[in-house]
């Protein structure tokens, strides 16, 4: 015998995780919070090397500062979400 999954009416409108679950999940991509913003560290031949950290800031303006910060041997990427903030080149003349 088959059972039959009927959803119910928070589930069809997308809000199951509200409606059925306590879990509290981060916000979603253009939602109006801090940005998350992604650092990548890049070879000189623009592959990445190690693992990306993730931090939260206000602007732009200020995860580029910290960025620049960072700076060594290695480029640096700087993304939020999809888009591409900046890329940094390495100190290594």
């Avoid at 879990?23 to 919070?33: D, I, K, Q, T, Y």
């Avoid at 995860?63 to 290594?92: F, M, N, P, Q």
Wanted: avoid cysteine; charged fraction near 20%; hydrophobic fraction near 40%.
């Amino acid at each position: 015998m088959a059972s039959h999954y009927s959803p119910s009416p928070a589930t069809t409108l997308g809000q199951a995780l509200v409606a059925e679950s306590s879990v509290v999940l981060p916000p979603e991509a253009g939602s109006a919070s801090v940005p998350n913003y992604r650092l990548f560290r890049l070879s000189s031949d623009s592959q990445i090397v190690g693992v990306s950290e993730t931090v939260a800031f206000d602007s732009d303006s200020e995860v580029i500062k910290y960025a620049k910060a960072k700076l060594d041997i290695l480029a640096i990427e700087v993304w939020d979400g999809l888009r591409v903030v900046i890329r940094l080149k390495s100190t290594d003349k």
